[in-house]
């Protein structure tokens, strides 16, 4: 790994570090707050209030601490390192917003059936009201340094903050109604602020559990880096570009290159050292396998059969791309992979139609047909 780069994740750290200090703190303070008037007033709204911002503290523990995990260097064990840790950070993160929203629903409940009587100060509306204001600018930086350096843990702590503005707010909102109509509306209220609470972390843990998963790589990294690629004159085209990640902004990756069947076993050597750099420097993405496809050069009918195959295969409303295409005449074979579209109610069955047309246009040559997938984007 360079040094720029090391410097750069090391940064990308105490950035992540000192946003979720800040949220600790905040939050610490604004619990304590919430909770003496919540306490005072006999608002159970407010109270409930006061245990978010609890578990708001505790999610920038959890972000600090998977951070710093995340940050080891890779060993004989986990060779890819430990970035993906953040995303483990992230779920918990969901987890535990999910426990707060359930906690706050059943004590709301609870206050339904044996309802208490507010008695609201004008102290306590002012802390609430600042609380509001706190969270809101809490929530907007958290969630912009977040989206700033790629962590889904701030991200995720930064939404919720934002809930919580909301959260405080309609406390203000009740406490208004209680005042001018003498109606408490507090326990109907933390039953509402619990299921929204409640449907915000089952959001989150679903976003989180689909990057542990594997989601596809991000279309615009990929196009980046057939771009950079291409770029080469050798190289006509990159296709089957695999991006594997193992954390916020941490790629290894495999492509194909298209070269001309003229180039030497050194000059490829020397062209694949080269483009690996090349996209290592630009993209942060190491390419960990190239492989290659030879194109028919120096022969006028494989070039012609080459253009018919092409124009048998992407008849098909379903094939995406042709690539890798090679005629040997001396072996009466031809190859070429096709990358077919998911839309496909049943991709081998175009797989066969599209072996059945080119066999017969060509039935004297054994076809050597690979059916690929779209890792990126085409």
């Not at 994740?9 to 610490?28: E, L």
């Not at 050597?269 to 630009?282: E, F, G, M, N």
């Amino acid at each position: 790994m360079k040094h720029e780069e090391i410097d750069r994740m090391k940064n990308r750290d105490a950035v992540i570090v000192r946003t979720s200090v800040i949220g600790i703190v905040a939050n610490v303070f604004l619990a304590a707050f919430k909770a003496f008037v919540g306490l005072a007033s006999n608002s159970i709204a407010i109270v409930m209030d006061a245990v978010n911002n609890l578990s708001d503290a505790a999610s920038s523990v959890i972000t600090i601490v998977g951070t710093k995990l995340a940050g080891k260097e890779p060993d004989r064990k986990h060779p890819f390192g430990y970035g993906r840790i953040e995303y483990l950070s992230a779920m918990t993160i969901s987890l535990l917003v999910l426990y707060a929203g359930v906690t706050a629903f059943v004590e709301s409940v609870k206050k339904i059936v044996n309802p208490d009587t507010p008695d609201y100060s004008t102290a306590a509306l002012i802390i609430v009201g600042v609380a509001v204001v706190v969270k809101i600018a809490l929530g907007r930086y958290v969630k912009g340094v977040g989206e700033k350096v790629n962590s889904d843990s701030l991200v995720n702590s930064g939404e919720d903050a934002t809930l919580d503005s909301v959260i405080s707010a309609s406390t203000l909102v009740a406490a208004a109604i209680y005042l001018l109509f003498h109606t408490a509306l507090e326990a109907w209220l933390g039953a509402i602020i619990a299921v929204v609470i409640i449907k915000s972390g089952i959001e989150m843990l679903r976003e989180t559990l689909s990057q542990l998963l594997g989601e596809r790589g991000d279309a615009q990294l990929a196009r980046d880096i057939k771009a950079t690629i291409t770029g080469y004159p050798e190289i006509s085209g990159a296709y089957d570009l695999v991006l594997h990640n193992y954390g916020p902004d941490s790629y290894n990756g495999s492509v194909h290159i298209e070269v001309p069947d003229t180039l030497s076993a050194d000059d490829l050597d020397k062209l694949i050292r080269k483009v690996t750099v090349d996209v290592y420097q630009k993209h942060d993405v190491i390419l960990t396998a190239i492989g290659v496809y030879s194109i028919n050069t120096r022969d006028e009918d494989a070039v012609a059969a080459r253009n018919k195959v092409s124009e048998i295969v992407k008849a098909n409303p379903y094939v995406l791309q042709m690539h890798g295409f090679y005629l040997d005449k001396a072996e009466k074979t031809i190859r070429f992979d096709i990358v077919m579209s998911f839309d496909a109610k049943d991709r081998r069955q175009v797989y066969q139609e599209i072996r059945d047309s080119v066999q017969k246009e060509y039935p004297d040559y054994t076809l050597q047909i690979a059916m690929d997938t779209d890792f990126s984007e085409e």
